[in-house]
C-alpha cells in the first residue's frame, strides 16, 4: 500500500506507477523534488496558458488575499467580481450579457444545461432533450457525464446518465450527416445543442473546421435550438483565437469557459449567457429565480487572478505568442508527417496532434506505455489512448518544444511499432 493517503484523479492506484512530487514551477517547466527538469507540454491538463507562476497572476492573487477571502455570492457581491464581469462583458461577445460564476469547467456546463432547461420551462414550452456531438467531453458529473461520450470513463453511472440525441462527429468528407442528423433532432423539439467549438479535446484532440460550426450554429438557430458551447478547454486563444466561435463568426446562447479564465492559476468558472436565457429567469416570483450556486461562487481571489489575466491579453501581445506556438507546431507538422508509425497530424492554433501506431481507444495498450516513454525523457505529455498531443503554455522556448517534437518523432522506433 502506498505510504500516501492521496486518491489521485484518473489515476490507477493498482499500477503503482510514480506519483512525482513538484516542488515548483516556472513558464513551461516543472520542477520535481528529486530535482527533474519537466517540460510541461499539456499545460498541465489544459489549465494553463501564459506559463505557470505568471507574475501578474500571483501578484494579483496575493494583493487580493490581504483584503477580502471568500464572502457569500447570494445577494451580495464584490470588486473583483464586478471587474471581471464587466471586463468579460467587454471582451466577449455582445449578445452575451449575463455572467454567472460556479468553479470548475463541469459545473459551468451543468449551470448551461440548468439555463437552457429552465428557459424552455420559463416559455411553457416542452422541450427537454439536449443534442449532443460524438466522442464529447463535457466534464466528470452527472449531467456533463449525460451530455459526453458513453464509455468506460462512465460504464459504472450509465443507469443514471439521462437520455441525450447524439449527432455523429463531422468527419472529412461526411459532414452532411452530421448536418442531417442535427437537422432532425432540432426539428423534433430539441432543447439545445452542446458542443466543444472545433476541437474535441479529451475524445482525441479531433478537429473540424470553422464552417461546419457556422453551419450547425444556422440549422439550431432556425428551429430554435439553444446554442451552447464549451469552450472550457478551446477558450483563451487555444485554437488561435480568444474563442473559436469566432473563427465560425458564430455567438453561442451560453457560453463555458474555465480552465484559462485565471491564466491556469486558481479555479474559477463563468456561463455567459444571452439576454433571453436571464430574462426567462428574471420574475417578481421567487419560485422563477435561477436555483442554482456552489459554496464558492465568485471566490475573489480566483476572480482577481481572472481580471489580472484579462489585464495580460489586453496589453501583452499574447496573440503574438500563439501564432509564434502555432508556426513551431507548423513546422513539427511536416517533420512528423514523414515519420513511419505516426499517422493522423493535425494542428487547430496552439494544438497539435497525431495518433502513434493504430487501435484509436482510451484503453489502448499503447497508452501507458507512451505516457512511460514521455516521463522518462522528463516530458509531461498525457496520450489520449494513441492519440498524442502538444497543447503548452504559450511561453514555451523553442528548444524545449524541439525536444518534444524530437521525442514523439522517435516513439515508434522506441517502442517497437513500426
Ligand atoms: C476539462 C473540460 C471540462 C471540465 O472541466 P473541469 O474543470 O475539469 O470540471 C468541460 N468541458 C471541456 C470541453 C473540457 O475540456
Redesign the pocket.
Given at each position: 500500500m502506498s505510504k500516501s493517503p492521496i486518491w489521485h484523479p484518473f489515476t490507477q492506484h493498482g499500477l503503482e506507477e510514480p506519483i512525482p512530487l513538484v516542488e515548483r514551477t516556472e513558464g513551461a517547466i516543472l520542477h520535481t523534488n528529486d530535482g527533474r527538469r519537466i517540460i510541461d507540454a499539456i499545460s498541465s491538463?489544459?489549465?494553463n496558458t501564459h506559463g505557470h507562476g505568471n507574475p501578474r497572476i500571483m501578484a494579483a492573487i496575493a494583493e487580493q488575499t490581504k483584503k477580502l477571502d471568500q464572502i457569500i455570492f447570494a445577494g451580495w457581491t464584490h470588486q473583483p467580481a464586478e471587474d471581471l464581469a464587466k471586463e468579460l462583458r467587454q471582451i466577449m461577445p455582445d449578445t452575451l450579457t449575463r455572467v454567472f460564476f460556479s468553479?470548475?469547467?463541469?459545473?459551468?456546463?451543468e449551470v448551461a444545461l440548468k439555463m437552457a432547461l429552465g428557459y424552455w420551462h420559463a416559455q411553457d414550452e416542452p422541450r427537454h432533450t439536449i443534442v449532443v456531438m460524438e466522442h464529447?467531453?463535457?466534464?466528470?458529473?452527472i449531467g456533463?457525464m449525460s451530455v459526453?461520450e458513453r464509455g468506460v470513463f462512465n460504464q459504472a453511472y450509465r443507469e443514471l446518465l439521462f437520455d441525450v440525441v447524439t449527432v455523429p462527429f463531422p468527419h472529412v468528407g461526411q459532414e452532411q450527416a452530421t448536418f442531417n442528423a442535427l437537422e432532425k433532432a432540432c426539428a423534433n423539439n430539441a432543447a439545445a445543442f452542446i458542443v466543444?467549438p472545433l476541437v474535441?479535446?479529451?475524445g482525441g484532440m479531433l478537429m473540424y473546421p470553422p464552417h461546419v460550426l457556422a453551419e450547425m450554429h444556422r440549422i439550431c438557430t432556425k428551429h430554435g435550438v439553444l446554442f451552447l458551447a464549451?469552450?472550457?478547454?478551446?477558450g483563451w486563444g487555444r485554437t488561435g483565437t480568444l474563442l473559436a466561435c469566432e473563427q465560425a463568426d458564430i455567438t453561442p446562447d451560453i457560453l463555458?469557459l474555465?480552465?484559462g479564465l485565471t491564466g491556469g492559476a486558481i479555479?474559477l468558472?463563468v456561463t455567459m449567457a444571452s439576454e433571453p436565457i436571464y430574462q426567462a429567469h428574471y420574475s417578481t416570483d421567487r419560485a422563477c429565480m435561477f436555483f442554482h450556486s456552489s459554496s464558492y461562487t465568485a471566490n475573489p481571489i480566483a476572480c482577481a487572478a481572472a481580471v489580472a489575466n484579462l489585464a495580460i491579453w489586453r496589453d501583452e501581445p499574447v496573440a503574438d505568442r500563439i501564432a509564434a506556438l502555432a508556426d513551431m507546431h507548423e513546422q513539427a507538422m511536416t517533420k512528423l508527417q514523414n515519420v513511419p508509425g505516426i499517422s493522423g497530424v493535425r494542428r487547430c492554433g496552439t494544438i497539435l496532434a497525431c495518433e502513434i501506431g493504430d487501435g484509436r481507444s482510451y484503453m489502448a495498450d499503447i497508452a501507458p506505455r507512451l505516457l512511460a516513454y514521455f516521463r522518462e525523457r522528463d516530458m509531461l505529455v498525457r496520450p489520449l489512448g494513441n492519440t498524442v498531443y502538444l497543447m503548452p503554455p504559450y511561453c514555451i522556448t523553442p528548444d524545449d518544444h524541439a525536444a518534444l517534437v524530437t521525442a514523439i518523432a522517435d516513439a515508434p522506433a522506441a517502442l517497437r511499432i513500426i
Open positions: 491538463w489544459w489549465v468553479d470548475s469547467g463541469s459545473t459551468s456546463v464529447s467531453y463535457h466534464g466528470d458529473t456533463a459526453g466543444e474535441l479535446g479529451a464549451d469552450e472550457v478547454m478551446t463555458c474555465s480552465k479555479p468558472a
